[in-house]
């Protein structure tokens, strides 16, 4: 995950796991699903990507918006790199874009240290579609240099501040959502956008009292940790909580902690985990909230994979080819592989950015000049551009591929809208809007062609 977002220990992540399952566990009885990964399978659409992309995208955009018109300025050569969201862009909907970037400007100083201050200001536009007309625009200040901005459902965003989180719509007005104890690191959700996961660095809290009550404010997720600390105590280090939220009363259902921060996929049946099977396979495993298992499928892959919930039914795995090049697998709970697509070697730190509904799916990544591994490090000139491919997510045919341009390497330069028929990137001094035909019906038993 960019941005920092590391994995949890096996050992750390088993127990956040089943912390899941016994808080938000049903009432029903325990039971043992039979397994998908012993069902027979139809063969696997699979394919390797080729290694040069085209110098301009493979279908002429629909609009054009100068990005410098906007006030957009690329950034130079000392951030790539660095990993530091610079830009974000996401539909409200099918017809309104949500563009926002750093203001350059002077470096701002810490009062209390004089050291350099994370603050930037972020300028944010919606423009409509077709026209390109801006219908509204603010200025946020916000203090660090990871991802600031999610997209949700009905034309709103979630914006994180340091500690708080905000809502906010398409007239860009905000209001505070939720506080927390100590910086937000990261911020994911469940297919449908009900349920918040997310990763805080917060001080270890002092043991309640013999007799403390311990309750949880749904109001707030401030209310799930107490901080107070014992001023005769040594100083402790931060530590890192994860939690599980639903986002529209703020009710927390789940805190944990851990050493390191944990990406946890959940959908409304239960998470899922990786485990390891023999070489390079592991198995996919979905655990149930009401007690078991249930085996989704097979992964081929030299590193752990990563998973993610497109919808209820569709999981997207990342992993790494016998070579070590990127992989991209889209299964279904039902147990059916999808396809799988490989990257060259010459294509690293791969980001994917989904429709809400998860029809199609864009694979960014940095093309770098010579295979990148352990001998060969990436350097600065090393990279060439930065490129984008778009997946039917049913079938796993490209839709469109493109060069995208500043290189942007924490991403932030593509939009998926929420249908799928709407393509945005930031591309050539130019927000580009594509117009696809409608893609293919998305569902659990999706055949492959």
């Known amino acids: ?13 088993r127990e956040a796991l089943f912390l899941v399952a016994v808080t938000l566990a049903l009432a029903s009885p325990a039971q043992r699903i039979p397994d998908a990964a012993s069902q027979s399978q139809p063969p696997v659409k699979e394919r390797t990507l080729s290694a040069r992309f085209p110098a301009k995208p493979s279908l002429p955009p629909t609009v054009t918006i100068p990005a410098e018109a906007l006030g957009f300025v690329a950034p130079g050569p000392f951030f790539l790199g660095s990993r530091n969201s610079l830009a974000s862009l996401d539909f409200l909907g099918d017809d309104r874009l949500l563009f926002t970037f750093r203001v350059p400007g002077l470096l701002h100083r810490d009062l209390m240290n004089g050291a350099d201050s994370d603050e930037r200001l972020i300028r944010a536009l919606v423009l409509s579609l077709p026209q390109g007309a801006i219908e509204a625009e603010a200025a946020w200040t916000v203090h660090d240099r990871i991802r600031y901005l999610w997209p949700l459902p009905n034309g709103e965003f979630l914006l994180r501040d340091r500690d708080t989180l905000f809502e906010g719509d398409a007239a860009l007005k905000l209001k505070p959502l939720l506080d927390f104890p100590g910086p937000l690191l990261w911020v994911e959700f469940d297919p449908a956008r009900k349920l918040l996961i997310t990763n805080s660095s917060e001080p270890v809290a002092k043991p309640p009292s ?4 311990q309750a949880l404010n749904p109001s707030t997720a401030a209310a799930a940790v107490t901080t107070d600390q014992d001023p005769a105590a ?23 902690r851990a050493r390191h921060t944990i990406h946890l996929p959940i959908n409304s049946e239960g998470y899922l985990e990786n485990l390891r099977a023999d070489g390079p396979n592991w198995l996919l495993s979905l655990g149930l909230f009401t007690g078991g298992s249930k085996l989704l499928g097979g992964v081929r892959s030299t590193c752990e994979p990563k998973d993610d919930f497109l919808t209820e039914q569709v999981v997207l795995v990342s992993g790494c080819g016998n070579s070590g090049e990127s992989t991209l697998a889209a299964l279904t709970t039902s147990g059916q592989t999808l396809w799988i697509a490989h990257a060259p070697l010459t294509e690293v730190w791969p980001m994917h950015i989904a429709a809400a509904g998860g029809s199609r799916i864009a694979w960014e990544t940095l093309d770098t000049s010579h295979p990148v591994d352990s001998l060969e490090p990436i350097q600065g000139g090393d990279i060439k551009e930065q490129s984008v491919t778009v997946f039917d997510t049913a079938t796993g045919d490209i839709a469109l591929v493109s060069p995208v341009s500043p290189i942007l390497d924490a991403g932030g330069n593509v939009a998926i809208s929420p249908s799928g028929r709407r393509v945005a990137l930031l591309n050539a001094g130019a927000i580009q809007v594509f117009d696809l035909p409608a893609p293919p019906p998305l569902s659990a038993d999706a055949p492959t062609r």
Do not use: C, H, W, Y
């Not at 995950?1 to 992540?13: I, Q």
């Not at 100083?235 to 259902?253: E, H, K, M, S, Y």
């Open 1 to 13: 995950m960019a941005n920092g977002l590391g994995f949890v220990r096996k050992a750390e992540r």
């Open 210 to 213: 013999a007799g403390a009550a």
């Open 234 to 256: 040594p100083a402790t280090p931060p530590d890192f909580v994860v939690r599980i939220l639903r986002r529209d009363t703020g009710q927390v259902l789940l805190v944990s």
